[in-house]
Structures are given as C-alpha cells and as structure tokens.
C-alpha cells in the first residue's frame, strides 16, 4: 500500500508557480514522487485540486495531526488540533516575501493519501511560521482559534439608541438564545403567555418570542420583547406575525423594547399674545421684586404701588387661615379686576375684586396667588394692596414675581400667526417656515422699550407621557428690524428673559385673561446681559426639563429668582410625569404651558425697530424607561436561523435546544456555516432533543461578552456533550454518553488492530475527577444574577443507608427531586461510587443554559399529561453515573490503513486485548489521535464497570442507575433507550 | 611525519614539538543537507569560506617537554595561535600549509603518561585538536573526479521506503512511501595530486550541486538496479579524507541518487 501524506495550504492570493507547487493561490504538497493509479483528488475550496508538487515537503514532514478530546468530567469544548509542517526548501520564507505571501492565519488541510486515494485529516489554521538552514515548519493550530469570535458583539451607542441609559452605553447588546421564556414571569394573556410567535424577518432573523394579549375582543397580541431581541437589529421594520395555539396567524405588537424614543412631532401651539413692555420702569425683575420685598415676610402692609398702565404683580400669600386682601385707597376704576388664583384644586376660583368687594376673605388653606393686573394700557395712577388676615391684623405675605403687561403690539408681521390661532411645532422643522416665526415690533423703542411673545403650549397627554421625560424647548432670537434706519451701526443693551408657566385653567386665550398662571423663570442659554450691535442676532434660548419635575407650588422660583424656600422644584426625582398635581387637576382639563419669551433693550440713543423670531418652540419627548420588568430579559424564546440555515432551521422549528443553539453560534456569530457537522448534530439532537417527553428545555441569554468558543463550552457542560473537531475541520457535536450502543460502535480494536508492543499500561483516571457528591445550580434569574433551583445530591460519604421514605431528612441527602424512589437510586449510585473510590469530591455545575422548564413542547395542550421533570434532572442521573467511578485510559498505535484513517475523535470502538482485558471487549471512545509516520496513536477512554462483552451499556451489573431517570407522577424510572 | 612550530600570535615565544604521524583530518563543511519528502536531497550552503578544517593530533616527548607544551598551550595561547614551518600534512590536503596557519585549540586533553617508566625519562602524550581559522586553500592542480581508484568493498545499494507494520497477531501492513532513494558509498585510494583534484571538485567546482556520477570500473548500478543503470546524476551528501601513508590518501565520498 502507498502511503503518501498531502497538504493544502491557502495563501489569499490567486498566484500560480508550478515549480513551487503553488496553483492559483494554493499550495499543494506531497509526499513520495507521485501518485499511483488514479488518484481521487480532493476538492475543496480550491476546486478539485489535480497539480501537486513533490519534493516541497521534507522527508518527515508533519508532526501530527493531533487531536484530542476531553469528555471527564462534564465534556465541554477542549478538544484542539496541532499540526507541524515542515518544508524542506531553506529558501522558502524568501520565496513567500518576494511573493507578498503571509500564511499566518491561512487554513492547511492535510491528507493521509493511500493508493492514490485522499482521506481528509485535519485542517489547522497556520499560527506560526519559523525557518532554518535546512527548512522551514509551518505549525498550525486548531482551525476554529481564530474564527471563533467574541459575543454578543453589538455594542450599545447613540447612534442606533439615542437614548439609551448612560450606563450601558458601550455594554454589549444582549443576545437571547433558545427556550429563555420563563412562564413565571409573564403569567398573562393567553396560554398564561405562552405562545409561540414568530417575526417573519425575511432574509434576517426571524424571532420566536412570548406574547400575551389584552383583553379585548379580538385580543391584541403583545410580543414582549427584553432588550436581547435588539441584538437581531433586522426585525425592525419587519412585519410581525404571531401565531395562536391553533396555529392561526395573529397580528403582533411589540410592547416595548429597551431603547425606544418618542418624538412628539404634532404638538402645535397657540400664540397667545404678543405685547410691548412700555414703558419698563423697573425692567430687571430682581429690582421690581426688590422694590416688592420678594423675599420677605411682610408683617404689615405692603403698601406697594402698581404702576400705571403696565404692571401687574403676584404674589404668595403666606398665611394659611383667612387673608384679608384690601385696596388701600380704594380706587379701583383704573385698576381693573383684581383677580386671585389658588394652587390648591379644591379652592380654586377666581375672585375678581372691584371697589365693591375691595374687601374680601380669601379662604385659602395652601399657599396661593393673586394676579393684580390692568386691563389695559391706560395710566391706573396708584393703587396697593394691603394683606390682612381675618382678624384686620397684618398677614404675612411673600412677593414672588410680577408680570409685566403693556399695550399690544400692532401690527404683526404677516408671518407670524394671528393671535389666538394655532402655530404648528417648530421644533424640528416638522412644519413651518425653516427659518421660524418673526414678529417685529413696527413702533419704535425709546430707551426702556421691550418686547415679549406669549403662547400657549399643549401639554401632551399623559399617556404618552408616562414613563418619560418631555423636554420643552425655546429657541429664539432678537434682532434689528431689517426696515430699520439704524441697520447694523447701532447698539443696545440687552436683557433677554424665558419664562414658563402652566396655564391653570382651560379656555384661556392667553395672559390677559388667564388667572394664577405658574411660572417658573429658567437660566437662559444665551448670551448675558450687555450691549450689543443690534444688527446681531441675540439669542433668547431655553430649556425647560424635565416637565415633569414642574414645581408643584405657585410661583417656585419667583421671576428672576431662583427657587427660595418652601418650594420643592424638584419634587420627586423618580416621579413620572402625571404625577405634577397640577396635570391632575380635574380643573385642568385642558392643560397648557405658557411660555414668555421676553427681551429688553435700552438704546444708546433714539427709537429703533425691533424683530423677535421664534426658531424652535415645542416638546421633545422622549422614554427609555423599560416598561417591563427586569426579569423579562428573559422573554425571549427562541430564534431560527436566517438564509445560512437553508431548510435545517424554519419558522415552524426554530432554534431549539442545546444543539440548534451550539449550531447557532457557529452559523449566526462565527460565521462559519461550512464548519458544521450536521449529522453529528442532528444526531447529538436526538439525544438532546428540544422538545418531545424527555426534551432539554435550555436557552439563555448573553449579556456579557466572551468568546463564542467558551460559550460553546459552557453550553456543552450543560447537556454532557462534547464538541470536537472532525477531520475535515468541521465542529462536530457528540453525545458521546448515549452512544454506547451497538450501532454506534464503528470497529473493534484488538490483536489484529494494535501495533505489537505499542499498547501502554491501562491507567486510571485522577480521583480529581471523581464525584460523590453533586449539586447543579440551574435556572438562573438573569436579572438578579441568581440561580433560583438547585438539585443536590449530599451525604454519601458520611452515611451508608439512604433514609426511609417516612423520614424526611432524605429530601436534604438529595434535594429538588420530589420522588422518593429516584432520589433514593440517585444516592445509592453516587455512594456505591463512593465505596469503590473512597473519593469524596463534590461536583458543582452551574448551568445557567438550564431553565426550569418541565419537558417537552411548552406550547402544548397536553403539556400536563407529561412527566414534569426538567432537564436538570436528566444531567444529574447522567452525570452521578459517569462520575461516580474513575475512567480507564489505553493508549496504542495502529497501522494506517483505510479503516483506521477514518477513526474519529468519540468514535465509539470496542477495545479489546489478550492480557489487559482478558480478551474480552468493552465499549471505549476515542480520545485522542495522533498521525505518525506508518501509524496513528489512539487514546481509549472506556468504563470501566460495565460488564464486557455486552452490547448494551444500560444493562450493566451494578446498574441501579440505567440511563435517564425521569420522575413519573411517583411511579418508577422509566429506562429509556 | 609532520612537523611544525608553535608561536603565540605575537611570535614572541615559540615552541618546537613532535607529533604522531598521519592525524586524522576533516572538513566540516558549511554544506547542510537535508532530505526532500520525494527523496530528493538539497543543500543549503554558507559558501566554503565558512567551512573549517580540523585535525586533531598527538604530540609526544619526555614531561619536560610535554609541560613546556602544556604550560604553552594553557598559558601562552589561550585562544589564537600560528602555526608555522609545516613540514608534511596537518589537515587535508586541499589546505594550503605552506606557510603560516592560524588555529585555534577547540578541544585538548591533559598529559598522559603512556609508558611506565621514571617520570623524567618517560614518554608523555598530549591530544589536541586543531582548527584552521580561514584556511587558505590550493589553487591547483585543477578539481577534477578523474582518476578515482575505487577500493572494493563499496556500498551501491538502494534503500527502500517500506515499513510494514505487525500487529499483535502479526497482521502485517505494509506502507510504502513511494520515494526510494539510493546511496552510494565507496573509497578512493588516490595519491596527493588527485586527492586534491577530487576534493576541489567536492569542495569548490561542484559543491552541493548534482553531477554526473562518475564511471567507475564494476560500478553498473550504484543506487540499485531498481533505479536503473548509469548515467545518472548524484550529489554529495557527506566526504571524509584520511591520509593512509606518505603518499596516499584515503578518500570517501557518499553519493546520493538525484532526481532533478
């Protein structure tokens, strides 16, 4: 027989050089001087590959292929391949520079080459490449180190989540993975939410998530997503699609997700009024309050004068008990009505004082507010208030603020709308002119002249407020007329103000008539106070937020002021925004705010002609409260593949189980579709199936990254599988515990297999890896980071007789079975290993893939007639079994042929021999392979205390344990094959 | 019988001394050989002037002079010394040593009394060898193979790539590799003109590189008659070159059967 050894080595080029063995980007070697017959050249990547050089490759040219698997205790995902190739050619790391060839991280597949025909057996990925005088070795790694990849792997960023909590920005997206529904968590809706439904994500992903409905008729189907179905960003835009028990198609709404922004763009607002401040006595608020005593009690009469034609004040009646509001001298002819407003909603009216109830008893309990204001323009003379309590002795009142009024502005720029229409929302340019509202103020301004715009704005209704934060924003600007005379040579002092207020009452059309408006006076983002060149334009900006965080009391900072005592502005920082008393106001029906957007100018020296424009003026609302709770991060239940699955994953059989879910980080997050083994997993799936009597309901979701290839491990551990690689390179996944079975034996290693000599002293495993005792934390609350369940299985060392069934201390031997008689054969299995290893180690396995799902299809009617026994519970009767006794280990060597080529990593073979097994055969897997020159080394892994020479694992002499132990409503195991 | 001096690198002491005839000479050549997995043999060379010539020698005398030699070699010369007035041959013919070489002492063993007799008059040995630093080498005659005078007893076979594998049951696998490659082995009993002729062809003209195997009396089939009969082309691999008497050198190449 010809034994030849090939390599194929990619280079990521297209480069050919026959003499070098290079065609069209690859390298070719063999070994010998040719091939003999007909050879049936391999076909990969390449094409079919028929050129091939000799004399490349040194005489003993591979030091490997080695693999090895590692299934004690628990399997996982160890398993690596190392591959040394050397190259007989000193010149060649020249060669590769003057090419441009790197071949650090280019695939090598190597073939054991017999008669001329290839056999696959094992693809590295080159990880290093070292020369010599005599040549150069090309050593390669496991394939899949570097195509593993990190996940989850989508960041949180502002971009695609402008409002996503500081706090996770930068953390990775989490990916749901699986059966994660937890029913205990969203107990609502049909089939207590437990109903499958499927986004029909077109070419991308398609979702499997847990839906409840409301209860209207026809019920709204709810997909309640948590924040790890953002990690498949193609379902946006995609059209939803659920299905009821019945299989009938249901329309789906997602309910909410994580990071969901709400923009208000239809809010429109109503321009209330635009007036002229003239003249401004005292323009600076802080000197008319002063002059007002703002922050003072008063003890005995104010006293104050309400300048003629232009003023109104407000202030806070301190006093709880009756206050006596009077007219000093009584003339209230010029004045107007005096009118009061109280913040408390039950003893909120309007008052209007005219010389005939000059005198009047204000029943306030709270704390409340008078507006004292003229009507029109005319020059009122004097007038002042005094406050007196019932008793006609001074009450105590506080001035927080005062409103200047004036004469109207006339007329209006024609693009500003009428007072009292609605104005559309500026704010973002959702309508209206793109360089916003202007009013210019045609009369010229002496050097006490101002100008102010009053509107109305909407509060947005609290539904689509809750949970969120609404922003009220003012953008605007005042600039010199353009009809001015004096365009861009002259100056004026600048006084800019923002002022906010909460209408108190519906059906006001703006500031003249409304009563006890609460205004809040916010610092400008502008430009201070100074001279400027008119021709300028001079910003007046705001931004009132959260509106939620409205003060709750009149007048809270007083005008120019900021927030003195009694006033709470910020009342409750966690309160959502219906919570403001004053939007519960059953008075309030309709809710507005006021915004006051005033200027003052002083002129250096005559009258000049003034433009007010208003840019931005509106609510931005925005949420990112989520709406359901924490432990929902978990409501996503499972997810089929897109186009990279073909036909193996569809809308009716999503990714389901340990397996799919494996099969899933390898296709959707390596990228690697072509390094699946499919038979090894569909085969590993019907061990582990998904659903069905005895299925694995396991899912998760990754919040954290890590590599996938640990993911992978760690999904292993969960189910007792192992993944390794195959000699193609693909991963395959294998269940090596459950096939011990006849079928599965591919052929018998023995006197006529094994090298002479070659077989090694039998060892035993390390008592390390020997458990009497186990515990296996599962269902873990992603939320809270806590593992809700746990079976535990205690005691075997320090008792010989597990207890009776009266006795219920046996439910602390073993804990979280509930069946006296499995948990009894449980214990007796691990102590029986305990007896013959005398070892008393504890195994402790998380396995947070494991949830607490009873088996079978969660979505099925007759759910109930099924054994209600987790997963958990399967991996503990698996594992007491396969850990309670040291394994054995054998290593030989034999021949390479055909047959011996085609053995695989967890192969299960018969191992037989003369003297170390008496001749008679027991059931072993494959462990480890190495190629050497004329013969592969194989590594045996066998139990030991099954009896030889019979076919069937389940049936062996000490089996108290024979294969799945499910509980069965109390009755006996049921033995599964 | 060589004779030469020793002096110190300076020249300022010098040191007549006796030496054991005929010392076996080397080349340690610069050539690296390795083989291909076709068979094939390819050689990476650092050029000759990186190849070294040793010989390692037996000087003998009464103590005193073994401890002149001795404290000469430990205290004096530690490191570079010259070696000069060669009379006959220290290292392989293909060295020019008609005037000064530079050496170094790699390796050297203490005296050794081989005679039982008084300490005074007994004869003392002393094993050294020597290296020639930067050996100038001949220029003629010219490199040539012709003239070879084969000794008999030479290896023409062929060696096969098989391995056959026996279980325990002595089920045996037979694996081929498919690149059988020959080697020739022979010595050459040639005199100090065509001595140096076949080592210039060794070691300058040809080297590392395939050459017609060369015509040899009785020598039809040197890699085996499963390679076929001559002409064919070959390499050297390996050559050893041993003075055997006054006027003869012991010559013994191995050739190797090339493909290309």
């Known amino acids: 027989m010809i034994l030849q050894r090939g390599v194929i080595i990619e280079t990521k080029t297209a480069q050919n050089d026959a003499p070098r063995g290079l065609y069209n980007g690859y390298f070719a070697w063999a070994s010998g001087r040719s091939f003999p017959g007909s050879p049936t050249f391999p076909v990969g990547p390449w094409g079919t590959q028929s050129d091939w050089a000799f004399g490349i490759l040194a005489m003993e040219p591979f030091t490997g292929p080695s693999l090895s698997a590692r299934i004690g205790p628990t399997g996982g995902y160890s398993s690596m391949l190392s591959l040394d190739i050397q190259v007989a050619q000193s010149d060649f790391m020249d060669y590769l520079r003057t090419r441009g060839i790197h071949l650090n991280r280019c695939r090598a597949w190597h073939y054991i080459i017999l008669d001329g025909v290839f056999t696959i057996y094992g693809v590295g990925l080159i990880d290093n490449t070292k020369y010599s005088d005599t040549g150069t070795t090309l050593s390669c790694i496991d394939l899949f180190k570097y195509l593993h990849r990190d996940i989850p792997n989508v960041p949180v960023n502002t971009g695609e989540f402008p409002n996503a909590p500081t706090s996770i920005i930068g953390d990775p997206l989490p990916v749901s993975m699986g059966f994660v529904n937890d029913a205990k968590y969203l107990n609502t809706g049909v089939n207590n939410g437990k109903l499958a439904v499927f986004i029909n994500g077109g070419t991308s992903h398609t979702v499997t998530g847990c839906i409840n409905a409301t209860g209207t008729n026809p019920p709204t189907y709810f997909l309640v997503v948590g924040p790890g179905i953002t990690a498949t960003p193609d379902w946006v835009g995609k059209t939803l699609v659920g299905y009821d028990t019945a299989g009938n198609a249901q329309a789906v709404k997602i309910v909410t997700a994580l990071f969901t922004t709400y923009v208000l763009g239809a809010v429109t607002f109503n321009v209330v009024g635009v007036t002229t401040a003239k003249p401004f006595n005292n323009p600076v608020f802080t000197t008319v309050a002063s002059k007002l005593y703002p922050t003072y009690w008063r003890p005995q009469y104010p006293n104050e004068v309400v300048q003629a034609g232009s003023e109104s004040w407000i202030f806070e009646v301190w006093d709880f008990s009756d206050i006596l509001i009077l007219s000093q001298d009584k003339t209230y002819a010029n004045v107007g009505d005096l009118k009061e407003y109280a913040d408390d909603p039950a003893n909120q009216s309007e008052k209007i004082f005219t010389p005939a109830n000059q005198v009047q008893a204000i029943p306030y309990t709270e704390r409340g507010g008078i507006v004292v204001e003229t009507s029109n323009a005319k020059d009122i003379g004097t007038a002042s208030l005094e406050l007196w309590n019932s008793s006609y002795t001074p009450a105590f009142a506080r001035f927080q603020g005062f409103r200047i009024k004036g004469l109207a502005v006339t007329p209006i720029s024609s693009s500003f709308p009428s007072v009292g229409s609605d104005m559309p929302l500026v704010r973002n340019k959702v309508s209206g002119p793109a360089s916003g509202y202007s009013v210019v103020l045609n009369e010229n301004i002496d050097d006490t002249g101002g100008l102010s715009i009053l509107v109305e704005v909407p509060v947005p209704s609290i539904s689509d407020l809750a949970g969120g934060h609404a922003y009220l924003v003012c953008d605007s600007y005042v600039r010199e007329a353009s009809s001015s005379t004096y365009t861009g040579t002259n100056k004026l002092t600048f006084f800019p103000a923002i002022r906010l207020g909460i209408m108190a009452n519906s059906g006001k059309s703006g500031l003249n008539s409304s009563v006890g408006n609460r205004v809040v006076t916010k610092p400008l983002n502008t430009i201070p106070g100074g001279e400027y060149l008119l021709s300028t334009q001079l910003p007046i900006k705001g931004t009132f937020f959260p509106v939620n965080f409205l003060p709750n009391f009149y007048f809270a900072g007083g005008v120019g002021q900021v927030a003195s005592i009694g006033v709470p502005l910020l009342p409750d920082a966690n309160a959502y925004f219906n919570a403001d008393p004053a939007f519960e106001n059953p008075n309030n029906a309709t809710k507005t705010v006021l915004v006051e957007i005033i200027f003052r100018v002083i002129s250096d020296s005559v009258l000049r002609n003034i433009e007010m424009v208003i840019s931005q003026l509106g609510w931005v609302i925005s949420r990112n409260a989520l709406l359901v709770p924490p432990e929902l991060y978990q409501s996503v239940i499972g997810e089929k593949y897109g186009d990279n699955w073909g036909s193996r994953r569809s809308t009716a059989n999503p990714v389901e189980g340990i397996p799919n879910i494996i099969e899933d980080v390898l296709r959707s997050f390596d990228g690697q579709p072509d390094y699946v083994d499919t038979d090894s997993f569909d085969n590993a799936l019907a061990f582990r199936p998904a659903l069905g009597p005895f299925g694995w309901f396991a899912g998760s979701q990754l919040t954290d990254t890590k590599n996938s290839a640990d993911v992978i491990d760690e999904a292993c551990k969960n189910a007792l599988l192992a993944m390794v690689p195959g000699l193609d390179g693909k991963r395959a996944l294998v269940a090596w515990f459950d096939r011990m079975q006849p079928s599965y034996v591919a052929t018998t290693l023995d006197k006529s297999k094994w090298t002479a000599g070659s077989l090694s002293a039998i060892e035993q495993e390390d008592s390390q890896d020997v458990y009497s005792e186990f515990q296996l934390n599962y269902d873990l609350n992603r939320a809270s980071g806590v593992y809700n369940k746990n079976l535990q299985i205690n005691y075997t060392a320090e008792n010989d007789t597990f207890p009776e069934d009266e006795d219920s201390a046996w439910k602390t031997w073993v804990v979280g079975i509930s069946d006296y008689a499995t948990a009894k054969a449980l214990w007796d299995q691990a102590r029986a290993g305990f007896l013959q290893t005398g070892t008393k180690n504890r195994l402790v396995l998380d396995l947070p893939w494991l949830t607490d799902q009873f088996n079978g299809d969660p979505w099925a009617a007759a759910l109930a007639t099924l054994p209600p026994t987790s997963a958990a519970q399967l991996l503990l009767s698996m594992l007491v079994r396969w850990c309670a006794y040291p394994k054995r280990f054998v290593t030989g060597r034999i021949a390479i042929t055909s047959a011996s080529a085609a053995l695989r990593l967890l192969d299960t073979v018969y191992f037989k021999d003369l003297v170390l097994t008496g001749n008679k055969r027991y059931y072993a897997w494959v462990t480890s392979l190495k190629v050497l020159e004329s013969e592969i080394e194989v590594q045996l892994l066998w139990y030991p205390f099954n009896s030889p020479d019979e076919d069937s694992f389940l049936t062996q002499d000490n089996g108290v344990n024979t294969g799945y132990l499910v509980l069965d409503s109390g009755s006996d195991r049921i033995i599964l094959n | ?260």
């Open chain 2, 1 to 260: 019988m060589p004779s030469f001096t020793l002096s110190d690198y300076s020249g300022e002491y010098t040191l007549d001394v006796e030496v054991k005839p005929l010392p076996a000479t080397r080349v340690v050549s610069a050539m690296i050989w390795s083989q291909a997995a076709n068979g094939e043999w390819g050689c990476t060379d650092r050029g000759a002037d990186q190849d070294y010539y040793e010989t390692d020698l037996t000087f003998f005398g009464t103590k005193s002079d073994m401890d002149s030699l001795s404290a000469f070699l430990q205290s004096w010369c530690r490191g570079i010394f010259k070696i000069h007035n060669i009379d006959g041959f220290l290292f392989m013919p293909n060295v020019l040593q008609t005037g000064t070489l530079t050496c170094v002492i790699p390796t050297r063993d203490r005296v050794q009394q081989v005679y039982y007799s008084p300490t005074e008059t007994g004869v003392q040995e002393l094993k050294a060898t020597f290296r020639a630093i930067s050996a100038p080498l001949i220029t003629s005659p010219a490199a040539s193979l012709s003239g070879l005078v084969l000794q008999e007893l030479f290896e023409a076979d062929k060696t096969t790539a098989e391995t056959t594998v026996f279980a325990y049951d002595q089920t045996a696998t037979v694996l081929d590799r498919a690149n059988d490659a020959g080697t020739f082995k022979g010595h050459f009993l040639q005199e100090l003109a065509s001595a140096q002729a076949i080592l210039r062809y060794h070691l300058e003209t040809e080297r590392g590189n395939a050459f017609a195997f060369p015509t040899l009396p009785g020598v039809e089939f040197p890699f085996g008659e499963a390679r076929g009969a001559l002409p064919k082309s070959c390499k050297s691999i390996s050559l050893s070159c041993t003075q055997v008497d006054l006027t003869h050198w012991d010559i013994a190449p191995v050739w190797v059967e090339s493909f290309v």
